[in-house]
Nanobody, 124 residues
Framework: QVQLVESGGGLVQAGGSLRLSCAVSGRTFISRTMGWFRQAPGKEREFVAAIRQSDGSTYYGDSVKGRFTISRDNAKNTVSLQMNSLKPEDTAVYYC?????????????????WGQGTQVTVST
């Protein structure tokens, strides 16, 4: 089992920045990919970013490219999401997720473990 705990959400004005962190514990070695997803009210869970554990390759959803950066700290077992130039449409609950399988997936259904989520609200 893998346990994921997100932190760092909050309220920020448009154009501002936030940094989310995900603390990973348990059988961390089985997580081949770490991802961030978000879900706004009435919408499906959306892929935000992912990082492959083997080589650090990163992947981003089109709506956040150039504004968000995913990173990892293997020594601390954390994965972070730096969010810059935030927009009101970035408002959502953000989830950290872990995938045991080979290959990087952009689909929530293929991730095995999830955190409880952290709220990000961007005001105009």
């Amino acid at each position: 089992q893998v346990q994921l705990v997100e932190s760092g959400g909050g309220l920020v004005q448009a154009g501002g920045s936030l940094r989310l962190s995900c603390a990973v514990s348990g059988r961390t070695f089985i997580s081949r990919t770490m991802g961030w997803f978000r879900q706004a009210p009435g919408k499906e869970r959306e892929f935000v970013a992912a990082i492959r554990q083997s080589d650090g390759s990163t992947y981003y959803g089109d709506s956040v490219k150039g504004r968000f950066t995913i990173s990892r700290d293997n020594a601390k077992n954390t994965v972070s999401l730096q969010m810059n130039s935030l927009k009101p449409e970035d408002t959502a609950v953000y989830y950290c997720a872990a995938d045991r399988h080979l290959g990087v997936s952009f689909y929530a259904r293929e991730y095995d473990y999830w955190g409880q989520g952290t709220q990000v609200t961007v005001s105009t």
